[in-house]
């Protein structure tokens, strides 16, 4: 993928300094590069003494797979770091983080500042620039065909094992997986949140590799600290699911069609504090085949 497909988004730079005094706070640091890729932000993390440095990886990344406003993911998710430094800490680090965004005719570049207090501060603007447009996605037709052709030459490569090999189902198994998602043959349970938001709609990306969840908040969804006061007293379940939507990540949970478990990855929904929906973004499995996504604490 060129850097500059529209669509996506390149994140280049790093932030280094030295690690919190803290030991169980500098522990942090280092799992943070974990929590990134949840949201599909992928850096590297090098600690030497006392001293670290979290590098950017500058691979394009599709935006639809960070989310509608990938410079807020990206700042909220600088800012959960940041939250292991005491404010005198942060001082000592160094920032040249920059995300560059490519659009039709366009680029969207931003910095991410870190102050010594407060939150991440993303400076942005705006240029002209020759952007290429993405390819166009593969029908599910021509995907059916390539799979008859690798069919074909399996056959061909192995024919003389005919009598040993089950070539039915290797042939089905292969279609399968060349056939392109449908969002209706997506299962989604968020029965355990129906209380705060429902799942509206749900959609395939026109690229065909993930599935986009449109949620609605409803009239008990919390909008403040007196809101969520009011559900303490709630039982484990209720206060684990309470403290999801209020800290404003869930853990969405993939599985194939007889029930075996593929991943799990974490979505942002912070955003239905303010807005009366938001979309998030789920990686699809071709092997195994996702067919069930279960929405969790």
Not at 266 to 276: G, Q, Y
């Amino acid at each position: 993928m060129n850097k500059n497909t529209q669509g996506t988004i390149v994140l280049d730079g790093m932030i280094e300094g030295r690690l919190p005094s803290d030991a169980k706070a500098a522990e942090t640091v280092r799992h943070w590069v974990e929590f990134a890729k949840s949201v599909n932000l992928h850096f590297n993390f090098e600690g030497d003494g006392g001293t670290f440095s979290i590098l950017a990886d500058n691979k394009p990344v599709e935006v639809s797979a960070i989310g509608p406003d990938p410079v807020e993911v990206i700042s909220s998710a600088l800012g959960e770091v940041l939250k292991a430094f005491a404010p005198g800490e942060r001082s000592g680090l160094f920032s040249t983080l920059r995300s560059v965004e490519y659009r039709k005719g366009e680029e969207v570049q931003t910095v991410y500042v870190i102050k010594p207090a407060g939150p991440v501060q993303a400076k942005q603007r705006t240029v002209a620039s020759e952007t290429v447009a993405p390819p166009a996605p593969v029908s599910a037709r021509e995907r059916f065909r390539v799979g008859v052709y690798a069919v074909i030459a399996v056959l061909i490569v192995f024919g003389i094992s005919a009598f040993f090999v089950d070539f039915q189902s290797l042939y089905r198994n292969m279609r399968h997986q060349a056939a392109g998602f449908k969002a209706e043959e997506i299962a989604v349970d968020g029965s355990g949140f129906e209380k705060y938001f429902m799942v509206e709609k749900k959609r395939v990306n026109s690229g065909g590799d993930a599935l986009i969840l449109t949620l609605r908040r409803t009239g008990e969804f919390p909008l403040s600290d007196a809101d969520v006061n009011k559900a303490t007293t709630q039982p484990l379940t209720g206060r684990m699911t309470l403290e999801a939507v209020v800290g404003g990540y869930l853990h969405c949970e993939s599985f194939e069609e007889k029930g075996a478990f593929i991943d799990t990855r974490v979505v942002r929904i912070r955003e239905l504090r303010t807005h009366e929906t938001v979309d998030v973004s789920l990686p699809l499995s071709r092997d195994p085949r996702t067919a069930r996504v279960l929405l969790t604490y």
